[in-house]
């Protein structure tokens, strides 16, 4: 199959330069006609402060809607959000297969099944460590550990060589559930030959090895052991190693582990279906949490990041109609903050400690570690698989900034830092060929809207300044017909002065409308216009803000 | 003076449960006659996520001006914003004479200046270590190490006992700059009988001792000796200790200073002024960057924060007009990154390593410490001071909580938690008496607004789901006259099926306006509610959404 011209291509559409929003392509072929296989379609969550109002953002994925009889599939690595989390949104776009483990597999029949009018995507699914083809690419998974099960790096055979996308990883020697990084299998890529690592970055920046997920273990057995009081616990739910070692810290405390959350619920069910709760002893219902006695519970809830609705929120504002908690109780935070998410969680701690219930974080106990590989990781993965070229994905500049240091101190021939949307040519001779289109789609309620658009961006501009809203209506003389209308939206209602400033827009509509010549009186456009600039100025003598303004000159 | 009912209180208005807006009140009398002391007016910085529009949070001193009359006077620990920033707002409103020493007084007398409009304060000006009467209360400056020159204890001596109000302090035994934390006045205090220390609670949760501004310095100088090309170093502008060991980390390197920002260049004016920089060769005008070689100079920068107009900001941009940075030159952020900034530090962050610029962080190296006390010196000035009273204040509840925790374990008889608005009697006989207004007034644009009215909370209403503005025309009879209008603000253009929203809302107003019986037509309101109800519906249905809508119903 491979001719002379055959050459394997690789550009990322999301992830390079940002958290989240993880999407690679690889592409096969010669000239401009190359077979695509794609790698994760992740979402990013927008940070209220920038985007307010967009619930989720996800890949631009017009380029590959373009090639779409190109595509040979989906290859998900594991079942994060940042890796999963656009396919519902995107996969009716794209309409290929999507391969993956039985975790993932399960993870997103259940999200599908929760989200009405979702799509019915076809999933194949391969066994963990299973070797399978997609198109002309030849793919083999690698276990590796991560912070979820079934995490996965994909071999991609190719005539051009192989390649290692790492997806996320980490080194742990007791991951508790699942099995270890494959360190057998890697080394094995490494003999083969390595054409092109291409992994993940989020860590770079730490120094020596993460933590094991069974050191956290141990923590949450003596926190929970030492508690007098109710426990909450709260992570991520897809973490379900974290799940199972809250149980079985439960289980040593002889406490039972009530599930408290959507989120949570559903993972609980899908980890049972699939064995990784191994015998611990079935969780019990929520409503259980009323009548076990306070010192025989631990409540493992959503909502480790602040988000309002989510379980441990509700409870923190005694909103919660099944779970309370009170003076004397704990609640261990079992995840980090992502950043955005700072102020939000700040205030649910505060709250709790308002209370009087003991907050316990990651700040002063081993509560948590994360799933990535920090600097040690990153060079002992390097000196097994020992690959030709490395680009550094998952990750802003400074990971990947980092990560490319650590590839070239360890002497990788040639590191490529690239941007989402450079096609990169991994052979034959490596370097950066050309440009896809890439960017961003919200999630803004139930529609998709381009990140070019105007409705975020007017929105931004609405929450600094608000708006005014002015009608009026004219004969087709031009005559002035009744009174105009104002509406303020988001402005103060009165001055320094302590006018009202609706009476200043007022003057500054009539006195604009009075001072136009008769002719442009006629002309609706030229009227409205007069009036938006006159109440703008207005405006801001008063308050030191341009409001939009907004005129409707009705002819009647 | 002091009759046997006289009683001494305690109410702090801002600062407790929150960072920044410290305003704390101290009053002597009996009944409710009482003389107050006003010990610092600071502000809060809005996190844009929550409060879109508002530059700064202040607190509401309602109570402070109906008790005018009684107002002592204000007394200001130190310059920093979170505790004097809100006294160009309400020194207006209260009107009473201002305690500061030296530099304080200097920083806001530049302040005033640079501010178009602002008040002529009267501030007496208080040598370091004075003692001065302010009314009934005779206070005692105690210097304190800190992170700006000048920081003040204040021993506040009355009939009823002594309160040691600490303002912002630290230990550190080499400071750089001014005495070190005083500890001779502060064992005196513990012998003569300490009532009450009412205390800074920030670093309550971290262990041990902070590092010297002296171990920064060695960093600072090692860094900067060490950088091949330009040094850009940003860091809070009032921490005048930070700016000089920059100089000298120059100095020592063959460097020329370069100061780049408006709040850094009022700094070195006054710092200058005072004697502060010793005998350091003075800073260069910033044109002088552009013909100093690369490795002779060091720029001073604002914009720590990731302020986006701030000189580091515009110079990450390539938007200053004198100072630009380029591959293999060196940024070092000397500075923490106040909670709600990290996403906006992470973007200039990102920016400068995108071009190569290689960028140092306290994560890495130590480039910044702390101006608060950790636990051991929280400790350590109980074991001086030994009050019978302890009130922490100046953090979160989580701060709060610890730092109560820690005077509890040191002995100390009383340690009461309160509240914005507590009013605790601090002799005879401590504990919460009552209650006093408290609350925060926001600065938006150039007006202040209560935080309790419905302008922020509609610009952010606003800025999740926009809005929608009707106009139609209707005779005396209710008779529909021309076209109505509709402005979609913020709004999506077209729902999945590629439909314009806008035609919904023509069709639903339309079809409400029609559904609607005669007699209710002629109702403006009746229509106007109608029309509303219909839009939002019509709106929601398809966007999954309810947009603000407005309606305006002019009767022709």
Same mark, same amino acid.
């Given at each position: 199959m491979a001719g002379p011209q055959q050459e394997l291509v690789f550009a990322p559409l999301g992830g390079v330069g940002e958290i989240g929003m993880?999407?690679?392509?690889?592409?096969?072929?010669?000239?401009?006609?190359?077979? !695509?296989?794609?790698?994760?379609?992740?979402?990013?969550?927008?940070?209220e402060e920038h985007l307010p109002g967009v619930d989720l953002i996800l890949p631009d994925v017009r380029y590959l809607e373009a090639e779409r009889k190109n595509l040979a599939g989906i290859v998900i690595t594991h079942a994060h959000e940042d890796h999963f989390g656009a396919l519902l949104e995107l996969w009716p776009r794209l309409k290929v297969p999507v391969y993956a483990t039985p975790f993932t597999a399960a993870l997103l029949e259940a999200k599908c099944a929760g989200e009405p009018g979702a799509p019915e995507i076809p999933v194949k699914v391969i066994p963990v460590g299973g070797r399978f083809t997609v198109g002309a690419f030849d793919i083999e998974l690698v276990t590796m550990a991560h912070? +979820?099960?079934?995490?996965?790096?994909?071999?991609?055979?190719? *005539? #051009?060589?192989?390649? $290692?996308?790492?997806?996320?990883?980490?080194?742990?020697?007791? *991951?508790?559930? =699942?099995?270890?990084t494959d360190e057998a299998k890697l080394r094995a890529l490494g003999e083969e030959g390595c054409l092109a690592l291409i992994g993940d970055s989020t860590n770079s920046v730490r120094e020596g090895r993460s933590p094991s997920e069974a050191d956290v273990a141990k923590t949450l057995t003596e926190l929970i052991k030492a508690a007098k009081g109710r426990v909450a616990v709260?992570?991520?739910?897809?973490?379900?190693?974290?799940?199972?070692?809250?149980?079985?810290?439960?289980?040593?405390?002889?406490? %039972?582990?009530?599930?408290?959350?959507?989120?949570?619920d559903r993972v609980a069910i899908i980890g049972r279906e699939l064995g990784l709760f191994g015998d611990l002893p079935p969780f019990r219902p929520m409503d259980a949490y009323g009548y076990l006695p306070p010192n025989k519970v631990v409540a493992l809830c959503t909502g480790s990041q602040?988000?309002?609705?989510?379980?441990?929120?509700r409870i923190a504002e005694d909103q919660h109609p099944e779970v309370t908690l009170s003076r004397g109780d704990t609640v261990i935070y079992s995840a980090r903050t992502i950043p955005g998410n700072e102020k939000a969680v700040g205030r649910v701690i505060n709250g709790l400690i308002d209370q009087g219930i003991e907050v316990i974080t990651d700040r002063t106990h081993l509560v948590h570690v994360s799933g990535h590989p920090r600097r040690a990781e990153?060079?002992?993965?390097?000196? !097994?698989?020992?690959?030709?070229?490395?680009? *550094?994905?998952?990750?802003?500049?400074?990971?990947?900034? %980092?990560?490319?240091?650590?590839?070239?101190?360890?002497?990788?021939?040639?590191?490529?830092? #690239?941007?989402? =949307?450079? $096609?990169?040519?991994?052979?034959?001779?490596? =370097?950066? +060929?050309?440009?896809?289109?890439?960017?961003?789609?919200?999630?803004?309620?139930?529609?998709l809207v381009d990140a070019q658009a105007r409705t975020v961006a007017d929105r931004r501009r609405l929450s600094f300044a608000g708006a005014v809203s002015v009608a009026l209506a004219l004969t087709e003389k031009g005559e002035l017909v009744g009174d105009p209308s104002y509406d303020l939206l988001g402005i103060p209602e009165r001055d320094r002065k302590g006018d009202f400033l609706h009476e200043h827009v007022h003057e500054a509509v009539l006195s604009t409308f009075e001072s136009l010549p008769r002719g442009k009186r006629r002309d609706p456009d030229a009227v409205g216009e007069a009036v938006r600039r006159a109440v703008r100025a207005a405006v801001n003598e008063r308050w030191g803000k341009k409001p939009m303004c907004y005129v409707h000159v009705l002819t009647v």
């Open positions: 993880n999407l690679s392509i690889y592409g096969l072929g010669s000239g401009n006609r190359r077979q !695509w296989l794609v790698v994760d379609v992740g979402v990013s969550f927008a940070a912070s +979820i099960p079934e995490a996965n790096a994909l071999m991609i055979r190719t *005539p #051009c060589g192989t390649v $290692l996308h790492t997806g996320d990883w980490k080194i742990d020697p007791t *991951p508790i559930l =699942g099995d270890r709260t992570t991520f739910a897809s973490n379900v190693a974290r799940l199972r070692a809250v149980a079985e810290a439960a289980r040593a405390a002889e406490r %039972e582990v009530v599930v408290v959350g959507r989120a949570m602040g988000e309002p609705r989510a379980a441990l929120s990153v060079e002992e993965l390097l000196s !097994w698989v020992k690959p030709r070229i490395v680009i *550094p994905v998952h990750g802003e500049a400074l990971h990947l900034s %980092e990560h490319a240091k650590i590839a070239r101190k360890a002497g990788v021939p040639e590191v490529i830092q #690239c941007r989402n =949307g450079d $096609l990169v040519r991994l052979a034959p001779k490596a =370097g950066l +060929i050309d440009e896809v289109p890439a960017g961003r789609i919200y999630k803004d309620g139930r529609l």
